[in-house]
């Protein structure tokens, strides 16, 4: 048996189902695709985004990553995040961390992994900055959780800082950023009431004026 063959056969069955629901649900979605929603999470196995939400093929925009991370000088996320409100203008950034997050994990301790050091660098940074408050849980993994719930936090303070999405704000599209995080050992996927919708809930070091015309 090829090592395919069990997944191209999954796959028939998957999308048979769906025909099942819709017969033309491929064809239509072939045409066009106008999700409300992008999602930057975790590449963990174990975190699939559209099954988490209950959402189709079509109605999620996703970015994945190495503990979800935000950064001002990553072409790769602020295209996805670029494309998403400027061209699919979606209007809510699902920002989701995982409770167990072997990124968020590796972060603080002090053994070296390779590149994805460098990757997870600003985590480090975080917990550099949280450290007194981290220390003070009374074990592993509260420490952990805590750690993704603040590393969460700083990456939707990072999506809003971006001038993609305050110069939507100033065009007056509606855009939400949301922190929220997924219980591995439950399946359960909460919001941490972080949502950040307008420029003025932004410390003022990191607003930014609509750019003049040149
Ligand atoms: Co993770």
Known sequence: MNDLDQLLENNRHWAEAIKQEDPEFFEKLARQQVPEYLWIGCSDARVPANE??????GELFVHRNVAN???????N???VI?????VLKVRHILVTGHYGCGGVRAS????????????LRSIRDLYHE???EIAALP???SKLNRMCELNVIQQVANVSHTNIVQ???HRGQPLSIHGCIYGIKDGLWKTLDVTISSPEQLPAQYRLRPRRPL
């Open 52 to 57: 988490i939400v209950g959402l189709l093929p």
């Open 69 to 75: 991370v935000v950064l001002q000088t990553d072409l």
């Open 77 to 79: 996320c602020l295209s």
């Open 82 to 86: 670029q494309f998403a409100v400027d």
């Open 108 to 119: 603080m301790r002090d053994e070296q992994l390779g590149l994805i050091d460098g990757w």
């Open 130 to 132: 949280h450290y007194d």
């Open 139 to 141: 074990d592993e993994e």
């Open 167 to 169: 110069n939507a704000w």
